[in-house]
């Protein structure tokens, strides 16, 4: 993961365990060798495909097109992404548990205050006092309270 050799961390909610890359190709129109940190969830990936054949969604979705950054343009990046993690019971999941929250591409923010600056502390070994990111946690709480998820 970058400069960092990773084991582990499959079905936790640090960073090694969500972050994940996705790879889009569409011949003719994507460029070879294009990368974007933009953050996309899999709920982006139903808008994503209405934009590419030019249909409008039916009904109101959560997720926005990434399609303008996979052509190299802009777009409307997203703010921030929200998880509604809840890993069903057995096969030795017993350790882990319902867990919500929402990040940007700096900090993530858990539904039950804890707040960490994931691109100093990707391993979440140090949470911060919410004064000390005050706009990110407003930003990433009000993420968290429009999806329900308190």
């Avoid at 582990?8 to 090694?16: E, P, Q, R």
């Avoid at 569409?26 to 996309?40: A, Q």
């Avoid at 139903?46 to 590419?52: M, V």
């Avoid at 990111?133 to 930003?139: Q, S, T």
Wanted: no cysteine; glycine share 12%.
């Amino acid at each position: 993961m970058g400069d960092r050799v990773i084991r582990g961390g499959k079905g936790l909610t640090i960073d090694t365990g969500i972050h994940v890359p996705l790879i889009g190709y569409w011949r003719g129109k994507t460029k070879t060798g294009l990368v974007t940190d933009t953050l996309v969830d899999s709920t982006d990936i139903l808008p994503t495909i209405f934009d590419a054949i030019g249909a409008k969604l039916p009904v109101k979705v959560d997720g926005q097109s990434f399609l303008p950054q996979m052509l190299g343009q802009k777009g409307h990046p997203r703010e921030w992404v929200y998880f509604w993690y809840n890993p069903l019971p057995g096969h030795g999941k017993e350790q882990y548990h319902k867990t919500i929250f929402a990040l940007d591409h700096e900090y993530k923010l858990y539904s039950d205050g804890r707040l960490f600056h994931i691109t100093a502390d990707p391993e979440e070994k140090s949470p911060l006092d919410k004064q000390r990111a005050p706009e990110a946690y407003r930003k990433l709480q009000a993420a968290i309270e429009s999806m329900g998820g308190n």
